[in-house]
């Protein structure tokens, strides 16, 4: 019996037990959070869940236990996400992103770097250990995170260098929107994985590479960024100016394939995205069934009773059954698949997230002008919406482009997915869609 949707013993445990934490730990906070207007004060509230994160294994839970993580299967991982994000989607990418800085030192580091931060990590006993990942950069021309894998020099893409300098990397320039990187005090996260340029000369897919930047690393900087959601997940711009990192951290198997890094990292996210819009989704129609179950609206009976609420709350909720399998889909593929998934992650993200606003839109047509009343949490919905599917590599940035690429190239097999067969993704299907920066004359890449 291939295809089962049948949760293990172990996995409804699992499931259980974060939603049990969800609901006693993180849930009390969650308001308070999203209501305080200072971001860092804000992602400073949310601490004490954490640490009880840390406490349960869940905060480095998608680590290998080779190196003293939790072992979850994507699949796993994906149960475990949804009850997190349906009570709060900012401490999900929280999560997520310890896993979005570790996991390319777990696919490509050595040995004795694997150790040294992975294992970081996973033994300690703090409760406030948190790594960041540095990829987005600010927008404006040339520069911006949506053209990274531009074919130009000088032109579109990443712009923070590193530069070797005897044993070490000298690091300038500025990332824009990264999460968790600056730790809990604005002084930076324990460890920060940044992909930098190591050949100024290079541009597009070549010459990127990531390093691992330790806390207290003297010439790094760190600025709040005040979002309009997940307000529990803290963003930053950070600035490095001559800031010294042994060569030792760079990441040896992503010397020159940074590129690659950020595509298999924001696929490999692609399904916990998704799973997030479906919490976001679950969570809103479940206080709209619960409101038609019982508002009459002065009629004689409650408005479920009616066509318009049943039918759409109908609609709602096939959506997320099929968004949430959809999901599941994508992780066991991942799983299948060594953690590649590029194309599968990004059609996941991209359809779940887009399936999401219109969700929560039609929850609060059926709730009427009461959902409107800020003391409902469809305002807050509402907001959570409309981030997921411009985060984690925009849908419109970076994840179409990704499937565009692989769809275009001569290799693809349409069934791919539906006969569980390995897609490639190379250098080659990068770079489509990208427009280059004006100082160069390369043309965009067009196939
Ligand atoms: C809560 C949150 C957490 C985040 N966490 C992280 C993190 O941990 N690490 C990190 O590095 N970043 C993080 N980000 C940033 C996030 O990944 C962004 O989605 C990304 O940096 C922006 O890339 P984009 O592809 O959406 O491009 P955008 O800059 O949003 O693109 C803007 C528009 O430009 C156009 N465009 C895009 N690509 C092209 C192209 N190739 N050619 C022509 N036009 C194009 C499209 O119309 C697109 O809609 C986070 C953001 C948020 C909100």
Known sequence: MAIDFTLTTEQRRLQSSVREFARDVLAPLSDQVDQEPDPLRAFQLVKPAYSEACKQGIAFSMLPREYGGGGLSNVDFVIAAEEIQAVDPGFGTTVLVNGLGLMPVWYYGTEEQKKRFIGAATSDQSGEFIVGYAASEPPGTPGGTANFDAPA???????????RDGDDYVINGRKYWPCNVGGWDNQGADLNLVVVRTDPNSGGTTGLS??????????????????????????CEIVFDNARVPASNLIEGTRGNGDLVINRNFAWSGPVAGIGAVAVARSAYEDALRWAKTYTGGGPEPIINYQYPGYVLGD????IEAARYFCWKGAHYL????????MLGAMCKVHCTEMLFDCVYKCMQVVGVNSLDTKHRFHRYLREAS???????????MQRRRVHGVMVDESFNPRAFMDDEAVDFTKGMEGIDT?????????????
């Open 153 to 163: 020099i000088g032109g579109a893409g990443m712009h923070v260098t590193a530069t």
């Open 210 to 235: 990531a390093i691992m930047v330790e806390r207290g690393t003297p010439g790094v900087s760190y600025n709040s960024i005040s979002t309009s959601a997940q307000r529990s997940a803290p963003n």
């Open 316 to 319: 709602i909720a096939t959506k």
């Open 335 to 342: 799983d299948q698949h060594g953690y590649h998934g590029e």
């Open 387 to 397: 981030l997921l599917p411009l985060y984690d590599a925009g849908n419109f940035g």
């Open 435 to 447: 427009v280059p920066g004006p100082k160069t004359d390369a043309p965009a890449m067009a196939r």
